[in-house]
């Protein structure tokens, strides 16, 4: 559907996505491209408007465990982050995975530095900008690290836990789940605020690109479900973010959903006004529904 007008109190229809319930086998692929239920090591699905098919690619020799997030760039070159702490990449022209940057021996730390020099933690969701080339990736909830051309920055926050606002190297998160880039990565045009779900803190972040600000964008570590503007808002745990341009009032519009009482919240970054847009109870089996993440297409749904 297409965004709502300014002012509009109708309330748009969403529908929910099946999550799966189990992590796909790792057992080893076949040579058949219709096996059943592929490896999530070495089978990806690769969509278009026109076609989807599989490509099977070969796994680096000293590791076989994928550890939860996927991100492609606009030439679709993928990138995996490792359950060994790293970050592998696969570019177009190859059916080959290779370590793009951090230790493959599962050496952990937080060291900046090139390929294999430089240490990750606990590589987390990534979002890929490809009008400056940088994947963002959270490190273990309490840094946003980018790599660009094969090297560790960074860009956001400490080894401690927290809620502190202030320069981007100075600020505290606390088990971060999720960021969204706005403008999105996919548009080419270079990030100028990247939005953060804080889970431990109940909080949606905003970091400044340009000015290298961190703020609270909504909610406090004080759990809750009320709606208002910035800190007066209460969230619960929130798992996920995203974001879009409203073209009818040209408003960056932040989408939330809480790991506690599953709703999805609306924010306008303008206003600071958090809303609730949809309710648990729509679904005919509330308690069950446990969202993990979310994601909003070109209609924004």
Not at 62 to 79: C, H, K, L, P, T
Not at 97 to 103: E, R, V
Not at 126 to 152: E, Q
Not at 170 to 178: E, I, L, P, T, V
Request: glycine fraction near 8%; hydrophobic fraction near 35%.
């Amino acid at each position: 559907h297409a965004p709502l007008a300014k002012g509009s109190s109708a309330s748009p229809t969403y529908a929910p996505i099946a999550l799966p319930t189990a992590m796909p086998s790792t057992a080893s692929p076949t040579s058949s491209p219709t096996t059943a239920v592929p490896s999530i090591d070495s089978n990806v699905m690769k969509r278009s408007f026109s076609e989807i098919t599989t490509r099977t690619w070969t796994p680096p020799p000293y590791s076989n465990s994928f550890s939860g997030d996927i991100e492609v760039d606009a030439d679709e070159n993928v990138y995996l982050t490792m359950a060994d702490s790293y970050i592998a990449s696969r570019e177009t022209t190859s059916t080959h995975i290779q370590p793009l940057a951090g230790s493959n021996s599962g050496s952990q730390g937080y060291v900046d530095g090139g390929g294999i020099a430089c240490r990750f933690d606990t590589p987390g969701q990534m979002r890929y900008d490809n009008a400056t080339g940088r994947l963002y990736v959270l490190d273990k909830g309490r840094m946003i690290r980018y790599v660009k051309a094969g090297t560790c920055y960074t860009f956001a926050g400490r080894q401690t836990t927290g809620l502190l606002d202030g320069p981007r190297l100075s600020a505290r998160f606390h088990n971060a789940k999720s960021l969204s880039l706005y403008p999105p990565g996919q548009t080419k045009k270079s990030t100028e605020l990247i939005f953060v779900a804080d889970q431990s803190n109940n909080c949606i972040r905003m970091c400044n690109v340009t000015t290298g600000i961190v703020t609270t964008l909504a909610g406090s570590r004080t759990s809750g479900l009320v709606d208002g503007e910035g800190r007066i808002a209460r969230l619960s745990a929130p798992l996920a973010v995203v974001n879009y341009e409203d073209s009818n009032s040209n408003d960056i519009i932040v989408f939330t959903i809480g790991g506690n009482n599953k709703v999805v919240r609306r924010i306008n970054v303008a206003t600071t006004e958090v809303t609730t847009l949809a309710w648990k109870g729509a679904f005919s089996q509330p308690d069950a529904w446990s969202p993990l993440s979310m994601t909003i297409d070109r209609f924004y749904n």
